[in-house]
Each structure stands twice: as C-alpha cells, then as structure tokens.
C-alpha cells in the first residue's frame, strides 16, 4: 500500500501533516516553557539561541547524509528522531532537558527538510553539480530561484487579488 504511493503524494501529505502539527506543537512548547519549565526571557533567546546555532552547524552534515545514504533513510530517520526529543522536553522539565531536546529536534527537523528539499530541487541541480561542479550549481541555483520568484510574483499576486475580490454590500 505504501509503496504504491508517489513520491509527490507522500510529500504533500508529510508538509501538510507537519505544518499543521508543528504549529500547534511550538506554539505549545512555548507555552509550556514559561508556564511549567519556568524560563526567564533570557533563558528563551538562550534555548532560541541553541536551536540557531545547531542549525549552523549540521545543515551541512545533515545533507551529505541525506546524499550519500538516502534521502528516504533521512525522512524516515528524522521523523523517528523528532519523538524523542519532544518526549525528553516532556518528561524532564528543567532548562537543560530542554536545551539538550532542542539540539535532538534540530537534527531531526534538518534531516528531514534537507533529504525533502532535495528530492524536490535536486535533481537539475544535482545533476548540475555531477557534470559541472557544486559552485556552478549553486550559483544557477541563487541566480535562478529569485529569478524565478521575481518573475512568478506579480502573476501569483494578481490571482491571489482575484480570489480575494470583496463582495459590495
């Protein structure tokens, strides 16, 4: 069963499922941080600041993994990793709990969007890097992206407005 979905339908449903659950799950961490952890202010920029940080660090392991393993492994891995950071926050509420869940989270978040990501832009840009070399795929990649974006924004704003067009009363 499993198998027969496409890879586009299972990356639809995954963005779906995880925006709509991260969004109620951070804004209840958050919660939940200053109302049973007890975190001052500057504890919260210090546990934000953990969180950047790691994101700095591993974005570019995470992605040699998801390209030199699987980038299915790496969503699978990642999304396994996820509950027990958020367990360890649960289970444990004091600020180093936190600080050392955020650090699991991070890696489980970035293996996941880098193996997505690269399933999604990869392969033009991969192939890019194979014949070429990675500078010149990134270079394509930064110039071409906002190009694109530059170019798709006026139409998507216009038929954003139409659908937004406000009845007379």
Request: charged share 10%; proline share 5%; hydrophobic share 55%.
């Amino acid at each position: 069963m499993l198998n027969s979905l496409g890879a586009r339908t299972v990356y639809l449903a995954f963005s779906f499922v995880s925006s709509l659950l991260f969004a109620l799950c951070f804004t209840a961490f958050t919660l939940y941080r200053v109302e049973k952890v007890g975190l001052s202010p500057l504890e919260l920029v210090l546990v934000g600041t953990l969180l950047e940080l790691t994101c700095f660090l591993f974005e570019v392991p995470t992605g040699v993994l998801a390209d030199t393993r699987s980038r299915r492994l790496s969503v699978i891995w990642g999304t396994l990793l996820l509950g027990p950071g958020f367990m360890l926050e649960g289970i444990f509420p004091v600020l180093a709990a936190v600080l050392v869940a955020q650090v699991i989270s991070v890696l489980s978040l970035h293996s996941q969007v880098d193996a997505l990501g690269q399933m999604l832009g990869g392969p033009l840009l991969g192939l890019l890097a194979t014949r070429a070399s990675l500078g010149v795929a990134l270079l394509v990649g930064a110039l071409l992206l906002p190009a694109l974006g530059l170019y798709l924004h006026p139409a998507l704003q216009q038929r954003a407005s139409k659908e937004v067009e406000v009845a007379p009363e």
